[in-house]
Nanobody
Framework: QVQLVESGGGLVQAGDSLRLSCAAS????????MGWFRQAPGTEREFVAD????????YYADSVKGRFTVSRDNAKTTVYLQMNSLKPEDTAVYYC????????????????WGQGTQVTVSS
């Protein structure tokens, strides 16, 4: 089992920045790709970004490309999502997930999921 706990969400204004964290604990973190997802009220959960185990490969949804950056610190077993130039349409609950396959994450699936952190962007 891998436990994932997201933090860093909050209420910000359009144009502001936030950094989300996803701390992993439990069994080994080794080998897992990590992804970020979001779900706004009344919508399906959508893929935001993912990062390979060693951090060398990242992938983003078109809606966040150029504004969001995913990174990881394996020594701290933590993954981050730096969100800049936030827009009201970025408002959602943000989740992180872990899976041995990044391709699985891009299908909005994953072996382990966190409980989410709320991000609200006011206009």
């Amino acid at each position: 089992q891998v436990q994932l706990v997201e933090s860093g969400g909050g209420l910000v204004q359009a144009g502001d920045s936030l950094r989300l964290s996803c701390a992993a604990s439990g069994r080994t973190f080794s080998g897992y790709a990590m992804g970020w997802f979001r779900q706004a009220p009344g919508t399906e959960r959508e893929f935001v970004a993912d990062i390979s185990w060693r951090g060398g490969i990242t992938y983003y949804a078109d809606s966040v490309k150029g504004r969001f950056t995913v990174s990881r610190d394996n020594a701290k077993t933590t993954v981050y999502l730096q969100m800049n130039s936030l827009k009201p349409e970025d408002t959602a609950v943000y989740y992180c997930a872990a899976d041995l396959s990044a391709l699985t994450l891009r299908r909005v699936a994953g072996q382990y999921w966190g409980q989410g952190t709320q991000v609200t962007v006011s206009s």
